[in-house]
């Protein structure tokens, strides 16, 4: 960071009384005062579980001038929202406002998080079973389409096979404003695109994961520990 506005942080939030009321644990998830800085970021503080993969930090970003509340589910990260904002005062109040709920939200399922419009697809009842194991080439199912997760932009993750040993993953993603199943991939925790699962419905997508899922689990490990 900018030292000049690495110093205004540091000020802005020294001494900062609302730390002082959280409390340690949430939902098994364990508090951690950070105060550094990472990157162009300065990290305030962080509930964390690495056993389940799940954290969340808040944190200074220099590049938009705001503070931000990020999430981290397994390989996949975004912030929410309802946190960001460039005054500290208002970041604060947000907080006493809304992250208890985030941590529930990060670390319990919570099916209000589906909007209307998406619950109304079912998506959650699919009896995916026969076409996703709890373990495929390597991978663990890490989150199952039963317990859909709301990211951004109108996006769910309706399920992700994950080695976290080699920073990889497999996600498809249901998009409710484009109506459509689509896929992504994290080699080495690089997100890249792929169009081959792009499908308007469940029974185009059951198609193409026969088709072509193993192989596209496959290629990835084969780039990640090449």
């Given amino acids: 960071m900018k030292p000049d506005i ?7 939030t020294a001494d900062w009384a609302y730390l ?3 409390p340690k ?9 950070r105060y550094e800085e990472v990157g162009d970021t300065f990290e305030l503080f962080s509930y964390v579980n690495e056993e389940k993969h799940l954290g969340l930090v808040a944190y200074y970003h220099q590049e938009t001038k705001e503070y931000k509340l990020k ?10 929202m309802q946190f960001i904002t460039a005054s500290f005062s208002e970041f604060e109040q947000h907080l006493k406002n809304y992250l208890e709920s985030a ?3 990060l670390a319990i399922y919570n099916p209000d998080s589906i909007s209307y419009v998406t619950k109304a697809l079912n998506i959650t009842e699919w009896d995916y079973k026969d076409i996703l194991p709890e373990e495929l080439e390597g991978y663990k199912l890490f989150i199952n389409p039963t317990q859909m997760v709301r990211v951004l932009n109108g996006s769910y993750i309706v399920f992700d096979y994950s080695d976290f040993d080699i920073e990889s993953n497999f996600i498809i993603y249901y998009n409710e404003f484009r109506s459509e199943f689509f896929g992504e991939a994290r080699i080495r925790n690089i997100p890249e695109m792929n169009y081959t699962f792009d499908s308007k419905n469940l029974e185009e997508l059951e198609e193409k ?10 290629e990835i490990r084969q780039r990640a520990t090449k």
Avoid: N, S
């Fill in 6 to 12: 690495l110093k205004k942080i540091q000020q802005e």
């Fill in 20 to 22: 002082d009321e959280l």
């Fill in 25 to 33: 644990e949430m939902y098994d998830l364990v508090y951690t005062k």
């Fill in 71 to 80: 999430i981290r589910r397994g390989l996949t990260e975004f912030c929410l």
């Fill in 103 to 105: 941590v529930h939200d």
């Fill in 209 to 218: 994961l026969r088709a072509h899922m193993v192989d596209r689990l496959r």
